[in-house]
């Protein structure tokens, strides 16, 4: 074979091979493509994929008192956890067809974007970053909480303000935007303060418990949950000044807003049904007797469409009613006066009662 | 003259006499233990006053005072507490673990599918028992049966979703289900792969060893909780949606990688020690490389680093718990997660429930150590001084 020959023999394998990397670099390209595509048609009708499954795969808090937490049987309890159920009653007419993941603070979002989960219903403050940057889309507030303090009373007699408390000891968990705001707000009122930071929520608990803090800060639905931990509850008194705003409520992906008004109106279909008075235990009787706003809510009135536009069945609101009550009976059910907590409705209280719960109109 | 022979051969054994009272019985072990000198003294008295002043608490605490049963936290918190105890009443709460028991034992496998957990636990602990004991004969099937049959069947009746099995999938999976899983899986996995790395590092085979080193440092390197959370915040992103890959499934492969790395530094450590004569020695009975390492080299090398070995296993028994950072829930992880149920809140709860967690680890760790001990001692061929 003459050298000649030889060279062209290489050239000729060399283009082979380069030829093989070609068909393989269009391969992965096509699979990439194929799985890229195919994301994006399930983000497309999460409705769809949520009917194809039979249940709805919700992101709740890993424990979270009065939110999410386990029973002795190990169901979930809690207003986030029952607000899964009431989207699941309106897609399915069925508040158990839910399975819930829960994740910590860290996992939520990746879990939601990656499609892993189909609603976050996980105790998630909505900020404009959140909506915007990250690419979620909240659907209201299930719940108005802000950052409190608390203090002991019989320690700290006459201290009713957080105001009062310039030079105390303030207990916090560190790494969390709490101890942020409990800077924040000391140094915008020009006070003097002393802060003992703990890794775990049990440890911070412990030594507030012991004397070793005057105050103990985090969000005020979480200290009514700690008082309860405490070896004399009573003298703890939660001071009324909130320092930062957090409304906490369900997200899911932005890109298919069909999904987003089913989890939107869910939420206003709880608040209109408690202040049209329909319960858990009147529904039934209520779709008969009700007035005229009422039937037209319930999906009663003939010929109605309210539904099936927003992609469930007409009788959707007496399906979510039916599985979790309305949003008071929910509340008061899992964090106000039914449960050990005890939280006073306050913000959370409907419009007409002096709360900030409203909800449009549904016809 | 008569002659007195005064010579005496005694022609039987004296009669052992017991030693002096003083000597022998509670009386000397206690003087030779505890009161030799006055130093002994001091510390004995000591040690007697901390014993009398920590003990009787933790008793009152943990046994007298505790609460067994209940349905909720009433029976645990004071009136002023808003339970049903007198004021000042301190006592363990074993009522909340006693509720809680399933979700800590099974996490929240559904009630009527948990016989399917307790029947592989009954296995494990059927198939364990006589490969743990020496004089039990058959260990060759024993083992067949432990390490490839089992797993084989756990994995059927955990998972279900054939045989007429209701699937169950692993997120509701927890507790002290979890937490031997991912041990048993870890342990049955790094230990052979562990070996195989260690025996690569030492090769002359230069991609074999590139290799080797290149997974043993990497690994090595980075904590487990990166790899956990790797595993489960970022594989997730790197994956097209829709193509979920078990994250139980992750978190098991995470912490198995994790074992076998520092299983094979244990390993070569135990090789090292073997003098150059014994694989030269097998090396001149013309043994392949296969049969030197099974036959002469291994055998001694696992023998000397057993201590190394167990505690690989016993730290990793711990490490699972850190499965907690990607919403996973062993043992710890449940029992913490249940403090936050506000039905069961007081005081007394967050240190039974911890309390109860330790001890349950503190079980398995123990075991393994002291069966780790028993081991030793019956290899033990004369190397150890």
Same mark, same amino acid.
């Given at each position: 074979m003459g050298f000649a020959q030889k060279i062209g023999q290489r050239a000729q394998t060399t283009e082979k091979g380069l030829r093989v990397m070609k068909h393989i670099a269009i391969g992965i390209l096509a699979a990439t493509t194929m799985g890229l595509m195919a994301s994006a048609a399930s983000a497309a009708s999460t409705l769809e994929a949520v009917k194809a499954k039979g249940f709805i795969q919700c992101g709740v808090n890993t424990g979270l008192s009065g939110f999410s937490s386990p029973d002795d049987k190990g169901e979930w309890k809690g207003l986030d956890a029952d607000f899964c159920r009431a989207v699941a009653a309106a897609v399915f007419g069925d508040g158990t067809k839910v399975k819930f993941t829960p994740l910590s603070a860290k996992e939520r979002f990746t879990a939601l974007q990656s499609g892993e989960i189909d609603l976050l219903s996980r105790n998630t403050t909505w900020t404009i970053n959140r909506d915007t940057a990250l690419g979620l889309n909240f659907a209201g507030v299930t719940y108005y909480d802000g950052q409190g303090f608390m203090v002991n009373a019989k320690k *700290?007699?006459?201290?009713?303000?957080?105001?009062? *408390?310039?030079g105390a000891a303030v207990c916090v968990q560190s790494g969390t935007t709490t101890e942020l705001n409990l800077a924040d707000y000391f140094k915008a009122n020009k006070m003097e303060y002393n802060p003992v930071v703990f890794e775990k929520v049990e440890e911070a608990n412990a030594a507030y418990d012991s004397g070793r803090c005057d105050a103990y800060t985090t969000d005020q639905s979480g200290l009514y949950g700690i008082r309860l931990t405490l070896s004399s509850p009573g003298d703890h008194v939660v001071l009324p000044e909130i320092i930062s705003k957090e409304p906490l409520g369900p997200a899911v992906r932005q890109g298919d807003d069909q999904w987003y008004h089913i989890v939107k109106w869910t939420y206003f279909a709880l608040l209109q049904a408690e202040e049209l008075g329909i319960t858990q235990a009147n529904v039934d009787e209520l779709k008969a007797s009700g007035g005229p706003e009422v039937k037209r809510v319930l999906g009663?009135?003939?010929?109605?469409k309210l539904g099936t536009d927003l992609g469930?069945?007409?009788d959707w609101v007496v399906n979510i009613v039916k599985a979790v009550g309305n949003y008071g009976e929910m509340f008061e059910r899992n964090v106000g006066a039914g449960s050990p907590l005890k939280i006073a409705r306050g913000l959370n209280g409907l419009w007409t009662k002096g709360g900030l719960q409203y909800a449009p109109p549904i016809r | 003259m008569t002659q007195t022979d005064l010579s005496w051969v005694r022609t039987e054994m004296a009669q052992a006499m017991p030693a002096p009272a003083g000597e022998r019985g509670l009386v000397a072990w206690v003087r030779k233990n505890l009161f030799a000198s006055v130093g002994d003294t001091i510390l004995t008295l000591l040690g007697l006053v901390l014993v009398a002043l920590i003990l009787p608490p933790i008793i009152d605490w943990a046994f007298?005072?505790?609460?067994?049963?209940?349905?909720?936290r009433t029976v645990c918190a004071t009136i002023a507490q808003g339970g049903i105890q007198p004021d000042g009443w301190s006592g363990a709460c074993w009522a909340f673990v006693n509720a809680k028991f399933g979700q800590f034992m099974f996490g929240r496998y559904p009630l009527e599918e948990r016989w399917r957990p307790i029947l592989v636990g009954i296995l494990f602990v059927a198939l364990l028992a006589p490969l743990l004991i020496?004089?039990?004969?058959h260990k060759g099937l024993n083992a067949v049966l432990f390490f490839l049959v089992l797993p084989i069947v756990a994995f059927i009746l955990l998972v279900?979703?054939?045989?007429?099995l209701p699937h169950v999938e692993t997120p509701l999976w927890g507790g002290l289900l979890v937490t031997l899983t991912l041990s048993f899986v870890g342990i049955v996995v790094s230990l052979p792969l562990g070996i195989l790395l260690a025996l690569g590092r030492r090769s002359r085979m230069p991609v074999v060893k590139t290799i080797c080193i290149v997974f043993i440092e990497t690994i090595r390197g980075i904590p487990l909780i990166t790899v956990l959370f790797m595993a489960s915040v970022m594989l997730p992103l790197f994956l097209p949606a829709g193509v979920t890959f078990d994250k139980f499934l992750r978190a098991l492969i995470g912490v198995s990688l994790f074992a076998a790395a520092y299983m094979a530094e244990v390993v070569r450590g135990g090789l090292q020690a073997i003098p150059k004569g014994q694989y030269e020695g097998a090396d001149s009975l013309g043994l392949s490389y296969w049969q030197k390492m099974y036959f002469i080299v291994l055998p001694q090398a696992l023998k000397l680093v057993i201590p190394g070995i167990v505690n690989t296993f016993i730290g990793m028994f711990k490490d699972t718990s850190l499965v907690y950072i990607i919403s996973m829930f062993d043992l710890l992880a449940i029992v913490r997660q249940n403090f936050s149920d506000a039905s069961w809140a007081s005081p007394q709860t967050p240190a039974s429930g911890l309390i109860f967690a330790a001890v349950v680890f503190w079980l398995f760790c123990f075991g393994m150590s002291r069966y780790s001990m028993f081991m030793e001692r019956r290899l033990d061929t004369g190397h150890k001084r």
């Amino acid at each position: 074979m003459g050298f000649a020959q030889k060279i062209g023999q290489r050239a000729q394998t060399t283009e082979k091979g380069l030829r093989v990397m070609k068909h393989i670099a269009i391969g992965i390209l096509a699979a990439t493509t194929m799985g890229l595509m195919a994301s994006a048609a399930s983000a497309a009708s999460t409705l769809e994929a949520v009917k194809a499954k039979g249940f709805i795969q919700c992101g709740v808090n890993t424990g979270l008192s009065g939110f999410s937490s386990p029973d002795d049987k190990g169901e979930w309890k809690g207003l986030d956890a029952d607000f899964c159920r009431a989207v699941a009653a309106a897609v399915f007419g069925d508040g158990t067809k839910v399975k819930f993941t829960p994740l910590s603070a860290k996992e939520r979002f990746t879990a939601l974007q990656s499609g892993e989960i189909d609603l976050l219903s996980r105790n998630t403050t909505w900020t404009i970053n959140r909506d915007t940057a990250l690419g979620l889309n909240f659907a209201g507030v299930t719940y108005y909480d802000g950052q409190g303090f608390m203090v002991n009373a019989k320690k *700290l007699p006459g201290v009713n303000s957080a105001l009062q *408390l310039s030079g105390a000891a303030v207990c916090v968990q560190s790494g969390t935007t709490t101890e942020l705001n409990l800077a924040d707000y000391f140094k915008a009122n020009k006070m003097e303060y002393n802060p003992v930071v703990f890794e775990k929520v049990e440890e911070a608990n412990a030594a507030y418990d012991s004397g070793r803090c005057d105050a103990y800060t985090t969000d005020q639905s979480g200290l009514y949950g700690i008082r309860l931990t405490l070896s004399s509850p009573g003298d703890h008194v939660v001071l009324p000044e909130i320092i930062s705003k957090e409304p906490l409520g369900p997200a899911v992906r932005q890109g298919d807003d069909q999904w987003y008004h089913i989890v939107k109106w869910t939420y206003f279909a709880l608040l209109q049904a408690e202040e049209l008075g329909i319960t858990q235990a009147n529904v039934d009787e209520l779709k008969a007797s009700g007035g005229p706003e009422v039937k037209r809510v319930l999906g009663q009135e003939a010929d109605t469409k309210l539904g099936t536009d927003l992609g469930v069945s007409n009788d959707w609101v007496v399906n979510i009613v039916k599985a979790v009550g309305n949003y008071g009976e929910m509340f008061e059910r899992n964090v106000g006066a039914g449960s050990p907590l005890k939280i006073a409705r306050g913000l959370n209280g409907l419009w007409t009662k002096g709360g900030l719960q409203y909800a449009p109109p549904i016809r | 003259m008569t002659q007195t022979d005064l010579s005496w051969v005694r022609t039987e054994m004296a009669q052992a006499m017991p030693a002096p009272a003083g000597e022998r019985g509670l009386v000397a072990w206690v003087r030779k233990n505890l009161f030799a000198s006055v130093g002994d003294t001091i510390l004995t008295l000591l040690g007697l006053v901390l014993v009398a002043l920590i003990l009787p608490p933790i008793i009152d605490w943990a046994f007298v005072q505790a609460v067994w049963t209940g349905p909720d936290r009433t029976v645990c918190a004071t009136i002023a507490q808003g339970g049903i105890q007198p004021d000042g009443w301190s006592g363990a709460c074993w009522a909340f673990v006693n509720a809680k028991f399933g979700q800590f034992m099974f996490g929240r496998y559904p009630l009527e599918e948990r016989w399917r957990p307790i029947l592989v636990g009954i296995l494990f602990v059927a198939l364990l028992a006589p490969l743990l004991i020496p004089r039990v004969p058959h260990k060759g099937l024993n083992a067949v049966l432990f390490f490839l049959v089992l797993p084989i069947v756990a994995f059927i009746l955990l998972v279900g979703g054939m045989f007429g099995l209701p699937h169950v999938e692993t997120p509701l999976w927890g507790g002290l289900l979890v937490t031997l899983t991912l041990s048993f899986v870890g342990i049955v996995v790094s230990l052979p792969l562990g070996i195989l790395l260690a025996l690569g590092r030492r090769s002359r085979m230069p991609v074999v060893k590139t290799i080797c080193i290149v997974f043993i440092e990497t690994i090595r390197g980075i904590p487990l909780i990166t790899v956990l959370f790797m595993a489960s915040v970022m594989l997730p992103l790197f994956l097209p949606a829709g193509v979920t890959f078990d994250k139980f499934l992750r978190a098991l492969i995470g912490v198995s990688l994790f074992a076998a790395a520092y299983m094979a530094e244990v390993v070569r450590g135990g090789l090292q020690a073997i003098p150059k004569g014994q694989y030269e020695g097998a090396d001149s009975l013309g043994l392949s490389y296969w049969q030197k390492m099974y036959f002469i080299v291994l055998p001694q090398a696992l023998k000397l680093v057993i201590p190394g070995i167990v505690n690989t296993f016993i730290g990793m028994f711990k490490d699972t718990s850190l499965v907690y950072i990607i919403s996973m829930f062993d043992l710890l992880a449940i029992v913490r997660q249940n403090f936050s149920d506000a039905s069961w809140a007081s005081p007394q709860t967050p240190a039974s429930g911890l309390i109860f967690a330790a001890v349950v680890f503190w079980l398995f760790c123990f075991g393994m150590s002291r069966y780790s001990m028993f081991m030793e001692r019956r290899l033990d061929t004369g190397h150890k001084r």
